[in-house]
Every structure is written in C-alpha cells, then in structure tokens.
Antibody, heavy 116, light 107 residues
C-alpha cells in the first residue's frame, strides 16, 4: 500500500522558514516523482514544484521560485520542502503527492500558519 | 501557462441524479487531464487519469471524456458519499494547473 506520511502542522513567525517532510512507503521511491501542492484556506489547488528523486532534478512553478526548495533523501525515502521568508500569504495546507506525471497518491497535508 | 476553466463552481444534485462537470483548457492538452475528489479536511483523491481511465478503486459510476481543449467528468447515480469538491488537473505542460473546483452538494 502506497503511503505518504507528512510531518506535523506548523505555527511559524513571519519572516521565518519552515521545512516539512514527506516519508514514502509501499513503492520504490526512485521510480516516481514527488509533487508538492498548496491549498490556501477555502481555495483551490496550486502546483508548487516537482522533484525526481532518482536524478535529483527539480521543476518549479515560477510563482514559487525563491519561496520553495525541494529536496529528497533516497536513503530514507523522504522528500522535503522548505519554504522561506514566510508571510501571511503562505498560510495554507501543503500536500506532497507521488506519481509519474499526474498525482496518484497524496499525503495527509501539513497546515502552515504564519502568525506573530 | 495553461488555464483550466472549470464549471460549474457549484452543483446541487439529488441522490440518483447524473451530474457533469467540464474543464476547458486554454490550449490542447492531448488528453492529459486527471480528476480528483476532495472531502472537507482531507487530501484530494485521484479518480480518473488520462481523460477516461478509472484508477483502481474508483466506482464505475464515475466517467470522463474529452479531447483537445474540452473535457468532462460525470457521476451517474449520485450517492451520498460523492458529496465533495472535484478538481481537474492538466499535466500536459508545466506548470501543472488545476481547475478552480466544483462543489457538489445535495439538493
């Protein structure tokens, strides 16, 4: 069974950074891409970027370049996303999702709240 | 960027109804469209990939069709468990883009 276990919810100060994780199990981590998606409160879905763990290649939505950094640790089957210089606009739920092109299975999401 | 225009934004249906949601892409997406269901407080769940392929576990009352720029997603015989929001995703070109969503409610 494919499972993506994301780290816990975060409360962070404006201007700070946050790094979240997505631990994969039930499939070969390097056979699939890992995508990251943002869902702002009461809003739709936005693609942030994708990492291909096998070759450590990343693609980013231009909107999130400089905001998000995607990495992957093949030894622990874990993908990471770091968000920097946080503002209230970054308060949202962030999902990881695995797939080759589309998004087959999703993690449970991490709620990030940016507040002083 | 490819824009995905999804309609309607909301839909009210009775149990047993057939409902249809459409997504129009701003350019040809070569059938690379997937459909997702999202219930409140939960992650999206993939139902259909490549326009019309039901993923494992998707009930047969769900279907998808289309080509070029125009795609549709239908639920025949709506059941109470289908009450959710639905999103289309184009994955033909980067950046991947989603439709704005359709909220399905019970009449």
């Amino acid at each position: 069974e494919v499972k993506l276990q994301q780290s816990g919810d975060e409360l962070v100060r404006p201007g700070a950074s946050v790094k979240m994780s997505c631990k994969a199990s039930g499939y070969t981590f390097t056979d699939y891409a890992m995508h990251w998606v943002k869902q702002s409160p009461g809003q739709g879905l936005e693609w942030i970027g994708t990492i291909i763990p096998l070759i450590d290649t990343t693609s980013y939505n231009q909107k999130f370049k400089g905001k998000a950094t995607l990495t992957a640790d093949k030894s622990s089957n874990t993908a990471y996303m770091e968000l920097s210089r946080l503002t209230s606009e970054d308060s949202a739920v962030y999902y990881c999702a695995m797939g080759q092109l589309d998004f087959d299975y999703w993690g449970q999401g991490v709620m990030v709240t940016v507040s002083s | 960027d490819i824009q995905m225009t999804q309609s309607p934004p909301s839909l009210s249906a009775s149990l047993g109804d057939k409902v249809t949601i459409t997504c129009q892409a701003s350019q040809n997406i070569n059938k690379y469209i997937a459909w997702y269901q999202q219930k409140p407080g939960k992650a999206p769940r993939q139902l259909i990939r490549y326009t019309s392929t039901l993923v494992s576990g998707t009930p047969s009352r769900f279907s998808g069709s289309g080509s070029g720029r125009d795609y549709s997603f239908s639920i025949s015989n709506v059941e109470s468990e289908d009450i959710a929001s639905y999103y289309c995703l184009q994955y033909d070109n980067l950046p991947y883009t989603f439709g704005a969503g359709t909220k399905l409610e019970l009449k």
